[in-house]
């Protein structure tokens, strides 16, 4: 039996989503751009997706641009502001424990002149607004802040930190790849101006994302050539994928409760079996502010890529808080953010939870964790 606990690495696609796409590459070959009856139809399942991404989230339909995922979401969202700026280098606010994907583009604006504050975040993997407050200067132009990170699963005060941007004028971007489809976003009652999601984070296909962008909010495209997504992004869509991620959306919008009960309870469940069964165990991130799906526990002393891999072996999937970048370990970012020293991050691991999993599959992982969590350790002191 494999045992699926990386659901915030990718999740597998549900059944309606896998349907709903063969109906479209097989019935739908239209181009959504072309004015006759075969690209009526395509244009018709795409913008049948847009309005089920937009009730979703709280959004109009036209407040949504279909990307080939967050990372193209995320990048738009900030490159889009050299062109809006035309050149002219401001200042934007951000957190220390960003993802990759907002971290390489405010590089390279910083590159381009641009200022960026890094609002450090407490030993819980949590900002404070009051921070961010005062990191705002006269010429910040945008603030970025990861809803739900990715590693922890903690959510950042959104709410209060929105609310203080707009109160000073300033657009605020937030990637929320993590967030939709495990917790409730209702953007009718969070002032945020661009959001960032992926489909294949909540059980639709790899390769297809949104950037909401509300009002009138100007911004350059990144891909330039074509008059789709009204002249936001270049390049003809990719229908079936994009109809895959309305049905995810559909299905999240129905289940969300039921979900978030689900999977708290199995996150849960594994927590309290590892606290049970083995010593010297730790949570990284807040207890309370945190997705229901997420668990980050730091196995004290153990080498997490072999616990990974040891793991694997045995049927069980997870992530581990360190990566290997050019023959190297090099320790999470976000768990050093937190104060954790290198060899904490490293034997760290992330279980995320998600659809397919059930009590059986996380009591078969209890069953493996203590004996494997020893081997990591030895293999650390030996
Ligand atoms: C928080 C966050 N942002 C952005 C991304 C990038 O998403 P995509 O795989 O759709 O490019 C991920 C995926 O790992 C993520 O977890």
């Given at each position: 039996?494999r045992?699926?606990?990386?659901?915030?690495?990718?999740?597998?696609?549900?059944d309606?989503?896998?349907e709903?796409?063969?109906?479209?590459?097989?019935?739908?070959?239209?181009?959504?751009?072309?004015?006759?009856?075969?690209?009526?139809?395509?244009?018709?399942?795409?913008?049948?997706?847009?309005?089920?991404?937009?009730?979703?989230?709280?959004?109009?339909?036209?407040?949504v641009?279909?990307?080939?995922g967050?990372?193209e979401?995320n990048?738009?969202?900030?490159?889009?502001?050299?062109?809006?700026?035309?050149?002219?280098?401001?200042h934007?606010?951000?957190?220390?424990?960003?993802?990759?994907?907002?971290?390489?583009?405010?590089?390279?604006?910083?590159?381009?002149?641009?200022?960026?504050?890094?609002?450090?975040?407490?030993s819980?993997?949590?900002?404070?607004?009051?921070?961010?407050?005062?990191?705002i200067?006269?010429?910040?132009a945008?603030?970025?802040?990861?809803?739900?990170?990715?590693e922890?699963?903690?959510?950042?005060?959104?709410?209060?930190?929105?609310t203080?941007?707009?109160?000073?004028?300033?657009?605020?971007?937030?990637?929320?790849?993590?967030?939709?489809?495990?917790?409730?976003?209702?953007?009718?009652?969070?002032?945020?101006?661009?959001?960032?999601?992926?489909?294949?984070?909540?059980?639709?296909?790899?390769?297809?994302?949104?950037?909401?962008?509300?009002?009138?909010?100007?911004?350059?495209?990144?891909?330039?050539?074509?008059?789709?997504?009204?002249?936001?992004?270049?390049?003809?869509?990719?229908?079936?994928?994009?109809?895959?991620?309305?049905?995810?959306?559909?299905?999240?919008?129905?289940?969300?409760?039921?979900?978030?009960?689900?999977?708290?309870?199995?996150?849960?469940?594994?927590?309290?079996?590892?606290?049970a069964?083995?010593p010297?165990?730790?949570?990284?991130?807040?207890?309370?502010?945190?997705?229901?799906?997420?668990?980050?526990?730091?196995?004290?002393?153990?080498?997490?890529?072999?616990l990974?891999?040891?793991?694997?072996?045995?049927?069980?999937?997870?992530?581990?808080?360190?990566?290997?970048?050019?023959?190297?370990?090099?320790?999470?970012?976000?768990?050093?953010?937190?104060?954790?020293?290198?060899?904490?991050?490293?034997?760290?691991?992330?279980?995320?939870?998600?659809?397919?999993?059930?009590?059986?599959?996380?009591?078969?992982?209890?069953?493996?964790?203590?004996?494997?969590?020893?081997?990591?350790?030895?293999?650390?002191?030996?």
């Open positions: 039996m045992v699926y606990l990386d659901h915030n690495a990718t999740s597998p696609l549900r309606e989503v896998v709903a796409m063969i109906r479209v590459l097989r019935g739908i070959h239209g181009n959504p751009s072309s004015a006759h009856e075969e690209g009526r139809a395509a244009r018709a399942a795409v913008d049948r997706a847009r309005a089920a991404v937009a009730a979703l989230i709280g959004v109009q339909s036209d407040d641009l279909f990307t080939a967050a990372t979401a990048n738009t969202a900030l490159l889009g502001l050299l062109g809006r700026c035309s050149g002219a280098a401001g934007l606010v951000t957190s220390a424990a960003e993802h990759p994907s907002v971290e390489a583009p405010l590089e390279a604006l910083e590159r381009a002149g641009w200022r960026v504050t890094r609002v450090g975040v407490d819980e993997g949590l900002l404070d607004p009051a921070q961010i407050e005062a990191a200067e006269p010429e910040t945008l603030v970025s802040i990861l809803w739900a990170n990715n922890t699963g903690v959510l950042q005060p959104m709410e209060r930190i929105a203080l941007a707009r109160e000073r004028g300033i657009p605020i971007h937030a990637d929320a790849t993590q967030a939709v489809g495990k917790i409730p976003i209702d953007l009718r009652e969070i002032p945020v101006d661009l959001l960032s999601l992926s489909a294949h984070k909540f059980n639709g296909p790899k390769g297809v994302g949104c950037l909401i962008a509300r009002g009138d909010l100007a911004f350059e495209s990144i891909l330039r050539g074509g008059p789709q997504e009204r002249g936001r992004r270049g390049g003809t869509e990719n229908v079936a994928a994009i109809v895959g991620l309305g049905v995810a959306c559909d299905l999240a919008q129905r289940e969300l409760p039921d979900r978030m009960r689900d999977y708290a309870g199995l996150r849960d469940r594994l927590w309290e079996g590892i606290q069964k083995i010297g165990v730790r949570r990284n991130g807040s207890a309370d502010r945190v997705l229901p799906n997420t668990l980050n526990v730091e196995f004290d002393g153990a080498a997490g890529e072999l990974l891999q040891a793991l694997d072996v045995e049927g069980i999937a997870v992530s581990s808080g360190a990566a290997c970048h050019s023959g190297s370990i090099e320790p999470s970012r976000v768990l050093i953010a937190m104060g954790r020293s290198p060899e904490e991050a490293r034997g760290s691991l992330r279980f995320s939870v998600g659809c397919g999993n059930d009590t059986e599959q996380i009591d078969c992982a209890l069953s493996l964790l203590p004996d494997r969590v020893a081997s990591a350790r030895q293999a650390v002191s030996a």
